[in-house]
């Protein structure tokens, strides 16, 4: 467990050091309030002991600063204990309302730190197996289960970002729509787990080619996602026409040469897929209609023949 101890007395930080130490306990020390807000982002500390009058900024003051940091994050709540010479009960009181969780008096028999330190460090090690479970789940909603894509709602919500991102810097924005040739005609030759395995692939396929136009320095943020059935996005911000265009003429490229085959698709007798995208020299108007031109473009590639990119 790691402890930021906050305090200005010498003596006080030297004793209490040394006994969290001989626990087992790292502590970090910050000589008063201010020091203390400064550095907690950086220390993110599982324990805080807060002592409450010291020059500078007080503890009441820097837990309040604690707490509004806190609030700028999920699921951020670090225990804080006050720290006291006077133990009394219009203490105990204000020092809760001040958004600490306990109370105790800097001479605390022990006994007493030793099982205080201990029922902590048990929430502590509460805390660390909450977020890997909170960071478990957020990535489990937010990708698609079949293609371990981003899913349609995290998609929406970073389309939305990217895109004002890109109107307010005056930047760029490029996006394409992707949609499987004949898939319904696959499904039906080689059945529905078989048309799963294909949407794995092809999802790979396209999910490589916008990491690695990233990579490469070509795009920097490009990034895919499943939008819906055998459809997939690539959304393209801040990047050239060029590198748009590269982008998409590669994604068709790349799922035809996975070589998928599909007896079924007209003469290539193997998987493609379409693509119809938009590019916005300077970002304007609504993302609404940069997915409804690239829909358009989309269904105009299927008029010419599919296996290609209109954009
Ligand atoms: N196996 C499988 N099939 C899916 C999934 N989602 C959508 N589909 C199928 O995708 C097919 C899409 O068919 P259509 O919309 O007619 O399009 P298409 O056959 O690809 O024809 P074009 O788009 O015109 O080339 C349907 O048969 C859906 O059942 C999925 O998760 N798994």
New binding site residues.
């Given amino acids: 467990m790691k402890i930021l101890l906050v305090d200005d007395a010498r003596s006080v930080v030297q004793v209490m050091t040394s006994r969290l130490n001989s626990y087992g306990y790292e502590v970090v020390h910050a000589e008063n309030g201010q020091k203390a807000v400064e550095v907690f982002p950086a220390v993110c500390p599982d324990l805080i002991l807060m002592d409450i009058e010291m020059p500078v900024m007080n503890g009441f003051v820097a837990t309040n600063q604690i707490r509004a940091i806190e609030a700028t994050q999920e699921w951020a709540w670090t225990p804080i204990i006050f720290l006291t010479s006077s133990d009394t009960v219009q203490n105990l009181i204000t020092a809760i309302e001040a958004g600490g969780d306990d109370f105790m008096s800097k001479f605390v028999p022990e006994p007493v730190l030793q099982a205080k330190m201990q029922a902590m460090s048990r929430i502590a090690g509460l805390r660390q197996r909450l977020a890997v479970a909170n960071a478990k789940l957020q990535n489990i909603a937010d990708h698609d289960g079949?293609t371990g894509l981003l899913n349609r709602r995290s998609m929406d919500r970073k389309v939305d970002h990217a895109w004002s991102t890109a109107l307010h810097g005056g930047d760029s924005f490029g996006l394409l729509m992707l949609?499987?040739?004949?898939?319904?005609?696959?499904?039906?030759h080689y059945?529905?787990?078989?048309?799963?395995d294909?949407?794995k692939m092809v999802a790979k396929a396209v999910e490589y080619v916008a990491h690695s136009t990233n990579t490469q320095g070509l795009t920097a943020n490009a990034f895919a996602a499943r939008y819906?059935?055998?459809e997939f996005a690539v959304t393209i911000p801040g990047a050239s026409y060029a590198a748009y265009e590269h982008v998409s003429h590669a994604i068709v490229q790349a799922v035809h040469d996975l070589s998928i085959p599909h007896e079924k698709n007209s003469e290539w007798g193997v998987t493609t897929i379409?693509v119809g995208g938009t590019w916005l020299e300077a970002a304007n108007g609504e993302i609404k209609q940069v997915f409804r031109l690239a829909d358009e473009k989309l269904y105009m590639a299927?008029e010419r023949g599919?296996n290609r990119a209109e954009v």
């Fill in positions: 079949l949609d499987i040739d004949n898939f319904k005609k696959y499904n039906d059945g529905h787990q078989a048309g799963d294909c949407l819906g059935g055998e379409s299927k599919r």
